[in-house]
């Protein structure tokens, strides 16, 4: 028998690993990936920030590599004082 396909991985950041099914992430593993709050979650996705995808049953997903495009640094982040 061959390998098996899969569209799960694991991916870690900081001691947190998190289950990334198909690319897509819920919100509580945006959180612990990101080390936020889901306050600060729905802050960003209302500032426009980060996209959520809504699924055929009502749930929101993101997309890994959105999240891992909060990880990079703005040019407004590295001119912006303090």
Known sequence: MGKQHTDIE???ISRVE?????????????CAYLAIS???????????????YRL?????RFR???VKALLVPTKADLLSPG
């Not at 889901?38 to 959520?52: F, M, S």
């Not at 055929?56 to 929101?60: A, I, V």
Request: positive net charge; without cysteine; hydrophobic residues 40%.
């Open 38 to 52: 889901t306050v600060t979650l729905w802050k960003w996705r209302k500032e426009g920030k980060i996209n959520a």
């Open 10 to 12: 694991l991916k870690s």
């Open 64 to 66: 890994m590599a959105d």
């Open 56 to 60: 055929p049953n009502e749930e929101l």
């Open 18 to 30: 998190v289950k990334v099914e198909h690319g897509l992430l819920t919100s509580a593993q945006v």
